[in-house]
């Protein structure tokens, strides 16, 4: 996968989960993204479109984003993610604040960013 095809996906899925996050929550989503990626040695679009992950990629008609000032700022996001260190300490999971997933009791929890809890295994 190229690098403008890593930040596409990247950017389409900071945009669908957290382009209402501050940037600090958008770069925690990038990172547990690429963390995923990283540890399978898969692409983002494999770690983006894999089944039942991003809720996304299965519950939308379309991927294209609406908001265009909102998927820019994803973009920026998705680039500083790519050419920075990960600051979520190896995060690859996470959830919004409102919900309690039952996979969450068996992982271990790392911080909050925005609305959302990340965790690690």
Same mark, same amino acid.
């Given at each position: &996968? /190229? #690098?403008? +095809?890593?930040?596409?996906?990247? /950017?389409?899925?900071? %945009? @669908?989960?957290?382009?209402?996050e501050p940037q600090i929550g958008q770069l925690a989503v990038a990172h547990v993204t690429l963390n995923r990626a990283n540890q399978g040695n898969r692409t983002v679009e494999e770690v983006v479109t894999a089944p039942k992950q991003f809720s996304w990629t299965f519950l939308q008609k379309s991927y294209l984003p =609406? +908001?265009? +000032?909102? #998927?820019?700022?994803?973009?920026?996001?998705? &680039?500083?993610? &790519? =050419? /920075?260190?990960? #600051? =979520?300490?190896?995060? =690859? %999971? %996470? @959830?919004?604040h409102d919900v309690q997933p039952k996979w969450a009791k068996s992982k271990t929890y790392v911080a909050t960013y925005g609305d959302h809890l990340f965790y690690r295994n």
């Open positions: &996968m /190229s #690098f403008l +095809e890593g930040l596409l996906w990247l /950017s389409l899925n900071i %945009y @669908h989960e957290a382009r209402s =609406t +908001e265009p +000032e909102a #998927f820019a700022a994803s973009v920026q996001s998705a &680039m500083k993610a &790519m =050419t /920075s260190q990960d #600051f =979520t300490k190896g995060a =690859t %999971y %996470y @959830h919004r």
